[in-house]
Nanobody, 122 residues
Framework: VQLVESGGGLVQAGGSLNISCAAS????????VGWFRQAPGKEREWVAS????????YYANSVKGRFTISRDNAKNTVYLRMNSLKPEDTAVYYC????????????????WGQGTQVTVSS
């Protein structure tokens, strides 16, 4: 399984950014996918996740209403649209995938990408 994030960069506060995660080596449509982030000096935290069919998505309170997770199973890709970015959104963003069997244990059983840096300037 390989997950490759892309699209990170530098953006001003209030701006928007789309990041992507391309998956290979798995039956993507059978996997739930999540986005996580890790800021300097902090532990990695969950941001958003979506089911294999995208019928169900969940968001951390800190990003709810600003971020949108989506996926294109035909392209084996998951996206994170980030609006109204804040300096506290600055972090390395990781995607993770785990077989969608009802419960999603990304930390314990997921496959992870290498991350993409998102920096929000004030």
């Amino acid at each position: 399984v390989q997950l490759v994030e892309s699209g990170g960069g530098l953006v001003q506060a209030g701006g928007s950014l789309n990041i992507s995660c391309a998956a290979s080596g798995l039956t993507f449509s059978s996997y739930a996918v999540g986005w996580f982030r890790q800021a300097p000096g902090k532990e990695r935290e969950w941001v958003a996740s979506t089911s294999s069919s995208a019928s169900t998505s969940y968001y951390a309170n800190s990003v709810k209403g600003r971020f949108t997770i989506s996926r294109d199973n035909a392209k084996n890709t998951v996206y994170l649209r980030m609006n109204s970015l804040k300096p506290e959104d600055t972090a390395v963003y990781y995607c993770a995938a785990v077989r969608d069997e009802g419960s999603w244990f990304f930390e314990q059983a997921g496959s992870w990408g290498q991350g993409t840096q998102v920096t929000v300037s004030s």
